[in-house]
């Protein structure tokens, strides 16, 4: 989707939405936004389904905002609570089987850089843990060894939300729930571990207790996928019902577990450091000159 694309003929403009009119008028389509300004402007994304207080929501909403570029950008995801969002932005998503996601966005990506040659055309694949470290394992484990260019984020909340609360290989040990009563017999698989292993470009784990690294987080993510290799952020999003926090604690709950096991790290291979320090280089000469004049 793209303002070109939306943009209302000459006369028609009274008989818009509200809501439409505002997207064409004061979004992200019109001109770039910042977290700060979150709440002030028409977002890519409002209206959901979701549970109260979910942490996934405030994620995925700083992830519309965080996007360098949302008119070039496909989503791709799967069944889970991540899709009841993705599917009401104003940016394209395509829903894949439970666990193709990343063969999807594979040749998705291949088939816009052959089709739109001429300009970059972001993919990214958004899921729970569910469909990415257990049923979808072996189609992101192959994109990342292939070096398919595009993000993965991974939504962890840590159990099947979706579906009634069964462990995941995400859940953490011992953890016991609905549909895990006797307790997880194992530990939370290392996706970051893999990731290194396969050769991914960057990664980072976050939790959404700062919307402003989340943001950029996601940023490095897209704009090092586009030209260097695939991309993974792993994100603590907590599901509220299924582990029981109240709804004015989820926040307490994200602040916790980052404290404890869930600290900001990030990872780049050498050519994506290089290619990102470049960036940072660029937009300082950019920022300096505006400066001056």
Not at 50 to 63: E, K, P, Q, S, V
Not at 114 to 124: L, S
Not at 143 to 167: A, C, H, I, P
Not at 198 to 220: D, E, F, L, M, S
Request: with cysteine; hydrophobic share 40%.
């Amino acid at each position: 989707m793209s303002l070109a694309t939306v943009r209302v003929s000459p006369g028609f403009e009274q008989y818009l939405p509200q809501e439409y009119y505002d997207l064409v008028k004061d979004s992200q389509f019109v001109s770039p936004r910042k977290v700060s300004e979150m709440g002030s402007f028409k977002e890519l994304i409002e209206e959901h389904p979701m549970c109260a207080g979910c942490a996934m929501t405030l994620f995925i909403r700083t992830m519309y905002v965080a996007l360098p570029s949302p008119e070039n950008t496909v989503f791709v995801g799967t069944a889970g609570c991540g899709r009841l969002v993705l599917s009401q932005g104003a940016v394209p998503f395509i829903y894949g089987n439970y666990g193709d996601t990343n063969a999807v966005a594979s040749g998705l990506k291949r088939g816009l850089g052959i089709r739109f040659a001429d300009k970059p055309k972001d993919v990214i694949v958004a899921a729970g843990d569910g469909g990415l470290a257990d049923i979808g394992f072996s189609m992101v484990m192959h994109s990342w060894f292939r070096k398919e260019k595009f993000t993965t984020v991974m939504l962890d909340n840590e159990v099947y939300g979706n579906t009634g609360g069964q462990e995941s290989g995400m859940t953490q040990k011992g953890m016991v729930l609905k549909m895990a009563p006797n307790g997880k017999k194992f530990e939370k698989m290392d996706m970051i571990g893999l990731a290194k292993t396969a050769g991914v470009a960057y990664i980072a784990r976050v939790v959404p207790t700062n919307p402003n690294r989340v943001a950029a987080t996601i940023q490095k993510a897209v704009l090092i996928a586009r030209e260097i290799g695939p991309t993974f952020v792993q994100a603590y999003t907590s599901c509220n019902i299924e582990y029981a926090i109240p709804t004015p604690k989820v926040m307490d709950d994200a602040r916790e577990v980052e404290n404890a096991r869930y600290q900001f790290t990030e990872y780049f291979s050498d050519d994506a450091k290089e290619y990102w320090d470049n960036i940072v280089v660029e937009k300082r000469k950019i920022k300096g000159s505006a400066t001056v004049e």
